[in-house]
């Protein structure tokens, strides 16, 4: 027995934040970061929000550690919301997750919901039940899981997203896309994290590019935004790998955007996860056989089964290149030397990540250390 779970109901499309407004008269905390405090959204969000009693925590830090959890539920304790609402991306919507987590340990629960306004396509956190909190100390990026922490409304609306700058646009968009990737070959695929898988990938081929040359483009805002959170719900249901293994792992000692690792590492890992890309005389492996079917889900042509595999790498980078990402961490701007040093410490931590026993082929330290070698 299986199962897939659909809790998130999701407001989706052009004037989805209308969807606050059944908040008003209700005490509410906002959970968001001091940029966002001023912006003409947080304005929006606040007219919808009427007459609601508003509380804003916006002492959220990128990569939140234990301390900024903590402030935010002394935020929460002092206030007592009947709802909590996360705007803005990762790091903020991770903070309010687990400051609801641990209030709900504390036994204060705030019965209007968990509402989730994402300002970036790409991390799926609106409808996951994971978050991740660094250890500054260990270098560590600790992912956390609950069902605590999974929100009741994802609000999706383009507008959220429009004023993101291109380069948090293609790196939020290649996160989507490793997750759509590592959700369809990981050891929990099923039927319909495959169906979300390969739509995510369809719609981000078509629309990615597009946010990212013109943000103010919102048929492209809208579908790729979609996409982003149908890669969050295939990953909630299969499992990621080791691309995220390797990402938590550097990201924890290097500071390089987490989507921007994930696109370095991917075609790498493919390849790892493959075979190496020769594949066994007897034909192409299973884990290949994904790759090659995802491959022609999208459309892509190869002359034969197994060259979809590297054709699938070659998607990646072109795309890559039309975002104007890095192809390797020291063209990321990380110090060659340090990396070098650093890898057996980050290989060790890699194999230890929750997301790398997702990995559809056994990965230890070496093969890993091996892989961080090759995207120095
Ligand atoms: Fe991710």
Request: hydrophobic share 45%; charged share 20%; net charge negative.
């Amino acid at each position: 027995m299986h199962r897939f779970q659909l809790r998130t109901t999701l407001c989706y499309g052009p004037e989805a934040l209308g969807e606050l407004s059944g908040l008003s008269g209700r005490r509410v905390l906002i959970v968001t970061d001091g940029f966002m405090v001023s912006t003409p959204l947080m304005a929006r969000v606040r007219d919808q929000l009427g007459d609601a009693i508003v509380e804003v925590f916006d002492q959220v830090q990128p990569n939140p550690d234990i301390n900024a959890v903590t402030a935010g539920l002394r935020a929460y304790n002092a206030f007592d919301p009947q709802a909590v609402l996360a705007i803005g991306g990762g790091s903020a919507i991770d903070t309010a997750k687990v400051v609801r987590k641990l209030a709900i340990e504390q036994g204060r629960h705030a019965e209007s919901g968990f509402f989730i306004l994402p300002t970036t396509s790409g991390t799926g956190s609106e409808v996951s039940s994971y978050a991740v909190v660094t250890d500054h100390k260990s270098h560590a990026k600790l992912p956390l899981e609950s069902s605590d922490m999974v929100a009741d409304v994802a609000i999706l609306d383009p507008e959220a997203v429009r004023t993101a700058p291109p380069r948090l646009t293609a790196d939020s968009g290649m996160d989507a896309i490793s997750h759509a990737v590592e959700a369809y070959v990981g050891k929990g695929h099923n039927d319909f994290s495959d169906a979300l898988a390969e739509k995510s990938l369809r719609l981000a081929h078509q629309y990615l590019v597009r946010s990212f040359l013109d943000g103010d483009d919102m048929e492209a805002r809208e579908h790729q935004h979609t996409a982003a959170t149908m890669a969050g719900i295939a990953f909630e249901n299969s499992s990621l790998g080791i691309v995220h293994g390797l990402s938590h792992s550097i990201g924890g000692s290097f500071r390089v955007a987490h989507g921007r690792l994930n696109g370095i590492l991917l075609p790498h890992v493919i390849a790892f996860n493959a075979g190496e890309l020769g594949f066994a005389p007897s034909g192409l492996t299973p884990t290949a056989r994904r790759y090659a079917a995802l491959a022609a889900a999208l459309g892509l042509t190869a002359a034969s089964q197994r060259n979809l595999v590297p054709a699938l790498c070659e998607w990646i980078k072109k795309l890559r290149r039309d975002l104007e990402m890095p192809a390797s961490i020291t063209e990321a701007g990380v110090n060659r030397s340090e990396y070098v040093a650093a890898i057996p410490r980050i290989a060790q931590q890699a194999a230890g990540d929750y997301c790398t026993s997702g990995n559809p082929v056994p990965a230890g330290t070496e093969q890993l250390a091996a892989i961080l070698t090759a995207i120095a």
